[in-house]
């Protein structure tokens, strides 16, 4: 499935998810309770996208002797709801380097309908990989000691791998670009207002352009941090570039299915011109 297809299944539907997880990952419900939640709420199509393995052990993300599985489990419910709600089959690939990312041959080769792509780890001046996501607590720590207090570092470094997994491509979906300044912004209020931080959103809607890629806007924060991902800011921008766009709930819940997506799709149609 490509980007046009993608656009073509939704084109006269706003009852579709890209983004969910399972207990394959960090997911708080089965494989096929989240499908049922998705097609009791009235989903015409729900895509599954546990975290990917990575090149390194890491709690929150599905290991590779889980594939299989996970494959199967997935081919299983498109079955089931066949005719009822389109499942489609995909994971939220990290991108770590050149070397791993939703491009290298172990992805493409899997049998996934789409392929979404997100950065969630950022290199500390050492090299060491951190997950920027999550809790503040952590990320404060992490900033504290892993990259010496650099908050700039940090985003700057976040958004250079967001370039760069876009430049490598491999994926349809563009997933939370901005994901980073869910701490970040806690730590700094001021820092999306910088000019070097518009700087890179603006270089990535242009590689994203580039790229043909569609870029995701993550409801999932906006009950509890009552933001978006992009940035609400942000999107102007992306609909004057031509940018085409999809809005996901994240859901790691079963009753969070479609938690903001009411919301953004209404912002969306009314407040964008």
Same mark, same amino acid.
């Given at each position: 499935?490509?980007?046009?297809?993608?656009l073509?299944l939704?084109? #006269?539907?706003?009852?579709?998810?890209?983004?969910? !997880?399972?207990q394959?990952?960090?997911?708080r419900?089965?494989?096929?309770?989240m *499908?049922n939640?998705?097609?009791?709420?009235?989903?015409?199509?729900w895509?599954?996208?546990?975290?990917?393995?990575?090149?390194? @052990?890491?709690p929150?993300?599905?290991i590779?002797?889980d594939?299989?599985?996970?494959?199967?489990?997935a081919s299983?419910?498109k079955?089931?709801y066949d005719?009822?709600m389109? %499942?489609?089959?995909?994971l939220? +690939? &990290?991108?770590?380097?050149?070397?791993?990312g939703p491009?290298?041959?172990?992805?493409? #080769?899997? @049998?996934?309908?789409?392929?979404l792509?997100s950065?969630?780890?950022?290199? #500390?001046?050492?090299g060491?990989?951190l997950?920027?996501?999550g809790?503040?607590?952590r990320? *404060?720590? /992490?900033?504290k000691?892993?990259?010496?207090? &650099?908050?700039?570092? %940090?985003?700057?470094?976040? /958004?250079?791998?967001?370039?760069?997994m876009?430049?490598?491509?491999?994926?349809? $979906?563009l997933?939370?670009?901005?994901? +980073?300044?869910?701490n970040?912004?806690?730590?700094?209020?001021e820092?999306?207002?910088q000019?070097?931080y518009?700087?890179? +959103?603006d270089? $990535? $809607?242009s590689?994203a352009k580039?790229?043909?890629?569609i870029?995701?806007? #993550?409801?999932?924060?906006?009950?509890?941090k009552?933001?978006?991902? @992009?940035?609400l800011?942000?999107w102007?921008?992306?609909?004057?570039?031509?940018?085409?766009?999809?809005?996901?709930?994240?859901? !790691?819940h079963? &009753?969070l299915?479609n938690?903001?997506?009411?919301?953004?799709?209404?912002?969306?149609?009314?407040? $964008?011109?």
């Amino acid at each position: 499935m490509n980007t046009f297809d993608i656009l073509n299944l939704i084109k #006269n539907t706003d009852r579709y998810n890209f983004h969910s !997880h399972s207990q394959f990952c960090d997911g708080r419900a089965p494989i096929d309770v989240m *499908a049922n939640a998705a097609h009791e709420a009235g989903f015409e199509i729900w895509g599954i996208s546990p975290h990917s393995p990575l090149n390194q @052990p890491e709690p929150c993300n599905m290991i590779k002797e889980d594939m299989d599985e996970y494959l199967a489990e997935a081919s299983k419910l498109k079955e089931l709801y066949d005719g009822k709600m389109a %499942v489609l089959t995909s994971l939220e +690939i &990290d991108y770590m380097s050149p070397d791993f990312g939703p491009h290298i041959d172990y992805f493409q #080769n899997l @049998p996934l309908d789409y392929r979404l792509a997100s950065v969630h780890f950022v290199p #500390n001046q050492d090299g060491v990989w951190l997950d920027c996501d999550g809790r503040f607590e952590r990320f *404060a720590r /992490f900033l504290k000691d892993g990259y010496n207090g &650099d908050l700039r570092y %940090v985003a700057e470094k976040y /958004f250079e791998q967001v370039l760069m997994m876009l430049e490598h491509g491999g994926f349809e $979906i563009l997933g939370h670009f901005d994901k +980073i300044a869910g701490n970040a912004a806690i730590a700094d209020p001021e820092i999306e207002n910088q000019p070097w931080y518009e700087a890179y +959103i603006d270089d $990535i $809607i242009s590689h994203a352009k580039s790229a043909g890629v569609i870029v995701e806007v #993550n409801t999932k924060s906006l009950a509890d941090k009552n933001r978006f991902f @992009p940035a609400l800011k942000w999107w102007q921008k992306l609909h004057d570039a031509d940018v085409p766009i999809v809005v996901n709930s994240d859901a !790691h819940h079963p &009753d969070l299915v479609n938690a903001g997506r009411d919301e953004a799709l209404e912002i969306l149609k009314s407040c $964008i011109k």
